[in-house]
């Protein structure tokens, strides 16, 4: 069965800095692109961003470029978002995504003061 | 960016209606457009991939169709279980992206 748990979640104040992971199992974490997707609470689904299957190729969305890194570990099955300069706009629950198919079931970040 | 316009943005519908959700895309996607069912306080889950293919697992109900710039999702017959919101969602480029969401709701 396919699962991803992520985990790293917390309230932070502006500025701030958090690291979220992924721990996936079921599959062969090598052969799939992953992605991070945040929701704002009641809003919609916006793409994060993505890295390819060995970890040499990523893509951010505008709004996060610069400040959030994609990362993995093949070895360790486990995706990473390290995410640095947090805004309160950045507040939202975070989904670990494998492809376009299977999602985690999220982990909240909060940025307030 | 590819922009998506998902419509409507809400419907109420009774058990057993046919309901059809809309997806444009601002530029060609081929087929590389997905949909999604979330309801409240859950993760997505893919109902459709690859514009018109079916997971396993998920009722036969629901059908996908479209290339290009223009997608529909179909519920040939509404379910209890199919209360809830779809999401549409272009993998072709980034930045990815999805469409604002339609509601489904019980009449």
């Known amino acids: 069965e396919v699962q991803l748990v992520e985990s790293g979640g917390d309230r932070v104040q502006p500025g701030g800095s958090l690291r979220l992971a992924c721990a996936v199992s079921g599959f062969t974490f090598s052969d799939y692109w992953m992605h991070w997707v945040r929701q704002d609470p009641g809003k919609g689904l916006v793409w994060v961003a993505r890295i390819n299957s060995d970890g040499s190729s990523t893509s951010y969305a505008d709004s996060v470029k610069g400040r959030f890194t994609i990362s993995r570990d093949n070895a360790e099955n486990i995706l990473y978002l390290h995410m640095n300069s947090l805004r309160v706009e950045d507040t939202a629950v975070y989904y670990c995504?494998?492809?376009?198919?299977?999602w985690g079931q999220g982990t909240l970040v909060t940025v307030s003061s | 960016d590819i922009q998506m316009t998902q419509s409507p943005s809400s419907l109420s519908a009774s058990l057993g209606d046919r309901v059809i959700i809309t997806c444009r895309t601002s530029?060609?996607?081929?087929?590389?457009l997905h949909w999604y069912q979330q309801k409240p306080g859950k993760a997505p889950k893919l109902l459709i991939y690859r514009a018109s293919s079916l997971p396993n697992g998920v009722p036969s109900r629901f059908s996908g169709s479209g290339s290009g710039t223009e997608f529909t999702l179909t519920i040939s017959s509404l379910q209890p279980d199919d209360f809830a919101t779809y999401y549409c969602?272009?993998?072709?480029?980034?930045?990815?992206?999805f469409g604002g969401g339609t509601k489904v709701e019980i009449k």
């Open positions: 530029q060609s996607v081929i087929t590389n």
């Open positions: 969602h272009q993998s072709h480029s980034p930045p990815l992206t």
């Open positions: 995504v494998r492809a376009s198919d299977n």
